[in-house]
């Protein structure tokens, strides 16, 4: 079972940024596509976006497009979401999570090792 350690919540204004990271214990076919998704209080857990271990694919949610951007670290085995221009509505728990494929990249039932997630929280 490959291990997925995010960081990087916390409190921030609206307008703010944070950058999420994902550590995984290692790469293997099981954690092809890697992706971030959230839950907001009393809702379901829902996509933000998606990539590859290579960085050519990148999949986002419309509600982050133009705001959050994924990237990649090959030698720490670490995916990172940089989130920008933060709203109240991005307020959730994020969870990293990794599947062998995904299709669409969005679909939550192909992921399969999840993180424990971290907490963000945007204030208005």
Not at 47 to 60: C, D, H, N, R
């Amino acid at each position: 079972q490959v291990q997925l350690v995010e960081s990087g919540g916390g409190l921030v204004q609206a307008g703010g940024s944070l950058r999420l990271s994902c550590a995984a214990s290692r790469r293997t076919g099981s954690t092809s596509i890697m992706g971030w998704f959230r839950q907001g209080p009393g809702k379901e857990r829902e996509f933000v976006a998606a990539t590859t271990w290579s960085g050519g694919i990148a999949y986002y949610a419309d509600s982050v497009k133009g705001r959050f951007t994924l990237s990649i670290d090959i030698v720490r085995n670490t995916v990172y979401l940089q989130m920008n221009s933060l709203r109240p509505e991005d307020t959730a728990v994020y969870y990293c999570a990794a599947a062998r494929s995904a299709q669409p990249m969005g679909n939550i039932n192909a992921y399969g090792n999840w993180g424990q997630g971290t907490q963000v929280t945007v204030s208005s």
